[in-house]
């Protein structure tokens, strides 16, 4: 062979090594980027459930208009599932309480996986606290 062939043969693996290092990248991402809209997702379910919840008597199995004695397990919310584990923070008041989510995924690489919390109210919800994406 030629140098001229030889040095077309390098020039081509090391592009086609790079493109594969760049579709790695971009996979990461993707899948950090879905875990974080999936935990966001979960955690939505979970408020909406918890509000149902408040509002539903206790003779009825229901809150009966207070978070105090909310848990995952009165309201049929899962503590963990494919996209990460759930958890509500703090102590639970008569007017809110704090729903914690920690994904499966790190996508900022600080080695700590994605973690999101969202207040939640009788008739609405806080805005979403991110810790670490």
């Known amino acids: 062979m030629g140098?001229?062939?030889?040095l077309l043969i390098v020039l081509g693996v090391i592009i086609v090594g790079i493109a594969v290092a760049v579709g790695i990248q971009m996979f990461a991402s993707s899948a950090a980027q879905a875990n974080f809209?999936?935990?966001v997702a979960d955690i939505?379910?979970?408020s909406s459930d918890a509000q149902g919840w408040y509002r539903k008597p206790t003779s009825l199995g229901g809150g009966g208009r207070t978070f105090a004695t909310i848990t995952l397990t009165?309201?049929?919310a899962p503590s963990s599932n494919t996209?990460?584990?759930y958890s509500i923070t703090?102590?639970?008041s008569a007017t809110t309480f704090t729903v914690q989510g920690i994904g499966v995924e790190d996508g900022d690489g600080?080695?700590?996986n994605v973690t999101v919390s969202l207040a939640v109210y009788a008739d609405s919800t806080g805005s979403l606290t991110v810790t670490s994406r």
């Open 37 to 39: 809209d999936a935990v």
């Open 83 to 85: 996209n990460g584990s």
């Open 44 to 46: 939505q379910k979970i």
């Open 74 to 76: 009165a309201i049929g």
């Open 3 to 6: 140098q001229q062939q030889l």
């Open 110 to 112: 600080d080695g700590t």
């Open 90 to 92: 703090g102590t639970p």
